[in-house]
């Protein structure tokens, strides 16, 4: 039973490497506008970024999209077939990942949301929007499947996974209150215009883009060959859209199920889920008094406020440093020193600056702006976070009475590993076959 998966898996990475080799020539994406031509000695740079695209490319992307989240949604829950959802994850990774260079990804949609959020000058593109809600939209009615395989950089990680190791439970409850804080402080920083970080630290984008800092090379370089073993763990240790899905997906209307009726308690699907997303069954002797849980939960609310306190109070501290992100601090940071004759030399910002001759005023307003919004939002980012992990630490410190196997709705990402090795699916699938088969006689 375990051999087909291996033997999957095997092909699929063959497929992988095949499919990288092929993207390695160069894609001709569509220039606007002619590059101009300049007399000096003067290097034209390599852009990293991709080149912008016609609209309707855009759309066209849109519809890909909802087709590849509808085809995965079916594989999971209908067919429950986990070739389809491989199928579809080789597909995002060349189209998504290599052909459309990881731009636009909802992920690093969530600071163009939060930018035109708190800027009204700040307009969006409607197919960015739509990148942005679209997954979050098929995960309230069919959980995280996004993340099974339509995802290109949840689709480049689950197909490099060898062999998954089980990693301690207070292990992963500490790492897991990264995500939502990367979410608070990513959003923080586009709101107030000082940068989109998550787009910056993308390990995997230069993978798709075939070039990048050798920083996030190596970054992305170590995720991967951890994710060998440790299954995902950008997913599950790093991505703040993962943090808005997982909590959707536990509302969703309809989920992926282990077994397609009753539970015989076989653990196959405890054992192969790769990112700890099956719960076991909890024995009435673990659950505790019903007193005493009132009065542990009681404690830990009681104690929530003083968490998101000293959260917001710890981010404050640091507001300062974060404001040197945004361009209009870093420079009137640098005027301040010029002016003083403390900087080593000018630079190409101060340098234009000083010929637009804006008066120094303005931009020291500007300055003074930037840092007071910087304050306030990390008091509420900070304050958030503390919440957050708060409630993190009440979730997972609470028992909670189980019969059966069930699957955690907020960790799990839908890649169809549990059902496909389910003992209660192969028997189903047995009866059908057999079914099939004895109609085809009875024709015959």
Known sequence: MKDKPAFQTVFMQALLAVLCFTASVPLHGQERFPQPEFTSDYTIPTPLQPHPRQTVFDYIDTAILIAALASASLFALKFRRRTGLIVIAVFSVFYFGFFRRGCVCPIGAIQNMAMALFNPHFAVPITV?????????????????????????????????????????????????????????????????????????????????????????????????AGTVVARPYCRFVCPYGVILGWLSRLSYRHV??????????????????????????????????????????????????????????????????????????????????????????????????????????????????????????????????????????????????????IDRRACVSCGRCFEVCSKEQEERRKTTLKKKEKTNERD
């Open 129 to 225: 929007i739509l990148f942005f809600t679209v997954p979050l939209i098929f995960a309230l009615f069919t959980g995280r499947t996004f993340c099974s395989g339509v995802c290109p950089f949840g689709a480049l990680q689950e197909l490099v996974i060898v062999k998954p190791l089980r990693l301690p439970q207070w292990v992963s409850s500490v790492l897991g209150i990264i995500p939502p804080a990367y979410l608070c402080l990513s959003v923080l920083l586009a709101a107030t215009g000082s940068g989109f970080i998550i787009c910056r630290f993308d390990p995997f984008i230069g993978f798709f883009r075939f070039g990048a800092t050798f920083e996030m090379f190596v970054a992305g370089l170590l995720f991967l060959l």
């Open 257 to 406: 199920k282990i077994a397609p009726e009753e539970c015989i308690r076989c653990r196959l699907c405890e054992d192969v889920c790769p990112v700890d997303a099956i719960r076991p069954p909890v024995p009435e002797t673990m659950i505790e008094e019903r007193k005493t849980g009132i009065r542990r939960l009681g404690f830990a609310i009681l104690f929530l406020p003083l968490i998101a306190f000293g959260t917001g109070f710890a981010l404050s501290l640091l507001s300062p440093y974060l404001a040197l992100l945004h361009p209009d601090v870093r420079l009137a940071r640098q005027i301040r020193l010029e002016n003083a004759g403390e900087a080593e030399g000018t630079t190409l910002e101060s340098d234009a600056f000083r010929m637009r001759d804006v008066p120094f005023d303005a931009l020291f307003e500007r300055e003074k702006t930037v840092r007071g919004r910087m304050t306030k939002g990390a008091w509420i980012a900070g304050s958030v976070i503390g919440f957050l992990a708060g409630l993190t630490l009440i979730a997972s410190s609470r028992w909670k009475k189980r019969s059966v196997f069930e």
